[in-house]
C-alpha cells in the first residue's frame, strides 16, 4: 500500500530549502519557492533499483520501493520506474545482473532518466561500474537520507553533522564520481547545508573534515553546558520512525511551532521545550527520525542530536499505526536505540494516527474467509482494542491509542505522561512534596 503522498511539486532538485538567509530560514520547505539560481537543473527524474534478500516477501518489496520513492520525492526528485531483480545477492560488480543492467540502461537512455537510485548503499567500485555502464547520475541510499537531510538541516550543529557525513560519505567514493556528469552537477545527491554544493577535490575535502569534526567539538561542549544550565528538570525525548508525527505531537503537547510535514525527514535539529503536567514541569525534546538501513556512519554524525536521546530520563516511543509496515518500523526503532545505548530507557509507547487506521474486514463467506487468512498472517490489522490489549499484555505496561491531528485520546496521553514524570521526578528528589517542585 502506497502511502498517501504531498502534493507539493518541487520543479528544482536543486532548490535549496534552508539556507542562511533569513529571509528564507522560515520552515516552508517543499513549496519550492526559494530557488536562488532561474537556470537551475529541470525536475529530476529517477528509477529506483533493489535487489530484495531472500525471505522479502512481495508485500514488503513494494513496501519498501515505495518509502525509496518517497525519499526521492522529499529529495525532490520523481519516481518513474522501478526494477526488482530476486539473486541470491547483489551483484559484486554492478549489484545487478547483466541482463537487469542492460534492461535498466535502455529504459534510462529511452526516458531521458537523470538518475538510478539504489535501496541499498553500493561499494567504491559498484559506483563507479554502474555510472559507467548507465552514464547517469548513481545515488545509493545513504546518499540520498544525506541529500534530505542536508535540505532539512537548520541549526549550526546539524548542519556539521550533515556536512561531515557528507563528506566521509563522499571521501572513499571520489575517484571517478560522476566525472563526466560535470556539467550536470547540482540537484539529488550534491547538496551541500551551507550555501555551496558540496565540495569534489580530494585534498579540499580532507581539510574540511578535520576542520569540520573540530567544530562539532566545539558545538558539543557548549551543548553540553547549556543541558547542564537546565537544571534538574525531567527529560522526555519523542523517539520513533520518520513520519510516524513526532513533530505533531510535539506541537500539541508542548504548544510548540515545530515544523511538521507529510515527507520524510521533516526534523533533522532536536527541539526542546518546557513543558508543565500534573504541576509538574519537563523538558520535552523532538528528535531525527530512525528508518531502515540508516548507515551507522551516519547514526555516528548524528551523535549531538542523538544525545537528546540518550541523555533522556524518559523515550515516548511514537509508532504511525496506520502504516503497513507499523511493526516493523517498531523493530527498525528498537534496533537502533539499542545501536546507540538507549535500549533500556524507561519508554511509552505512543499509536498515533488512529484516526486513519482501518481494521481488515472479515469477509462473511467461509472460503474468502480463508483467502483472506493467508493474506492476514503478512498484512494483519485487527481492530484497535484487540492490538492494545496484545501489546499491554507483551509489555506489562499501558499503551496509549491517540490522533494527533484530530485530537483524540490526548488527555489519556497526557494523564500517562503526567504520572511517569511525577514518579521519575519523585525518585530523583523524594523529599520534595509533591506540587510544590519547581526544579529549575
Ligand atoms: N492522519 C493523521 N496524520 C497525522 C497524525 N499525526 C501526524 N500526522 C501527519 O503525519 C505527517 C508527519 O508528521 P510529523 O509530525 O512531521 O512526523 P515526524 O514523526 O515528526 O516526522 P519526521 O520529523 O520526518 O521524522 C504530517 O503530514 C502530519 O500532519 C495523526 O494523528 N493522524
Ligand atoms: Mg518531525
Known amino acids: 500500500m502506497a502511502k498517501s503522498k504531498s502534493n507539493s511539486w518541487n520543479p528544482s532538485g536543486s532548490t535549496r530549502h534552508y539556507s542562511t538567509d533569513t529571509t528564507q ?105 554502474l555510472e559507467a555502464e548507465l552514464k547517469v547520475k548513481i545515488v545509493d541510499r545513504s546518499l540520498l537520507i544525506l541529500d534530505i537531510f542536508a535540505l532539512r538541516a537548520k541549526s549550526a550543529t546539524a548542519r556539521t553533522q550533515v556536512e561531515l557525513a557528507q563528506y566521509q560519505y563522499l571521501l572513499p567514493r571520489l575517484t571517478g564520481l560522476w566525472t563526466h556528469l560535470d556539467k550536470q552537477r547540482g540537484g539529488v545527491g550534491m547538496k551541500g547545508p551551507g550555501e555551496t554544493e558540496i565540495e569534489t577535490d580530494r585534498r579540499i575535502v580532507r581539510d574540511r573534515i578535520a576542520f569540520l569534526k573540530e567544530k562539532l567539538e566545539t558545538l558539543d561542549k557548549q551543548a553540553h553546558t547549556q543541558r547542564k544550565a537546565r537544571g534538574g528538570l525531567i527529560r522526555v525525548a519523542l523517539v520513533g520512525y520518520t513520519n510516524v508525527g513526532k513533530s505533531t505531537l510535539m506541537n500539541t503537547l508542548g504548544k510548540a511551532e515545530v515544523f511538521a510535514e507529510n515527507k520524510l525527514f521533516a526534523t533533522v535539529d532536536a527541539t526542546t521545550r518546557k513543558v508543565v503536567l500534573e504541576n509538574t514541569p519537563f523538558l520535552l525534546s523532538d528528535t531525527v527520525g530512525f528508518i531502515r538501513k540508516l548507515p551507522t556512519k551516519l547514526i555516528e554524525s548524528f551523535k549531538s542530536t542523538l544525545d537528546e536521546i540518550r541523555e533522556a530520563d524518559l523515550l515516548l516511543h511514537v509508532v504511525d499505526i496506520s502504516h503497513p509496515g507499523f511493526e516493523e518500523q517498531i523493530q527498525v526503532v528498537n534496533d537502533t536505540l539499542a545501536e546507540i545505548g538507549a535500549a533500556e530507557k524507561p519508554l511509552l509507547l505512543v499509536f498515533n494516527k488512529i484516526d486513519q487506521y482501518r481494521p481488515d474486514e472479515i469477509p462473511a463467506d467461509h472460503f474468502a474467509a480463508e483467502a483472506a487468512e493467508e493474506e492476514r498472517e503478512t498484512n494483519a490489522r485487527p481492530p484497535l482494542a484487540q492490538l492494545q490489549a496484545t501489546y499491554m499484555a507483551k509489555l506489562h505496561d499501558p499503551v496509549v491509542f491517540v490522533s494527533a491531528q484530530s485530537r483524540e485520546n490526548l488527555d489519556e496521553l497526557r494523564q500517562l505522561l503526567g504520572q511517569r514524570v511525577v514518579a521519575l521526578h519523585q525518585q530523583r528528589y523524594p523529599y520534595e512534596t509533591a506540587g510544590t517542585n519547581e526544579a529549575e
Request: proline fraction near 4%; aromatic fraction near 6%.
Open 25 to 129: 530560514a522560515h520552515a516552508s520547505a517543499g513549496t519550492g519557492k526559494s530557488r536562488l539560481h532561474a537556470t537551475a537543473v529541470e525536475q529530476e527524474t529517477a528509477v529506483l533499483i533493489s535487489v530484495p534478500p531472500r525471505r522479502q516477501n512481495e508485500h514488503q518489496t513494494t513496501e519498501y520501493l515505495d518509502e525509496l520513492a518517497f525519499l526521492v520525492e522529499t529529495a525532490g526528485a520523481t519516481a518513474t520506474e522501478r526494477f526488482v531483480q530476486r539473486l541470491e545477492k547483489p551483484d559484486i560488480r554492478t549489484y545487478v545482473g547483466e541482463g537487469k543492467l542492460a534492461e535498466i540502461k535502455a529504459y534510462v537512455h529511452h526516458h531521458n532518466t537523470s538518475m538510478a537510485v539504489f535501496d541499498d548503499d553500493l561499494t567504491p567500485s559498484q559506483l563507479r561500474n
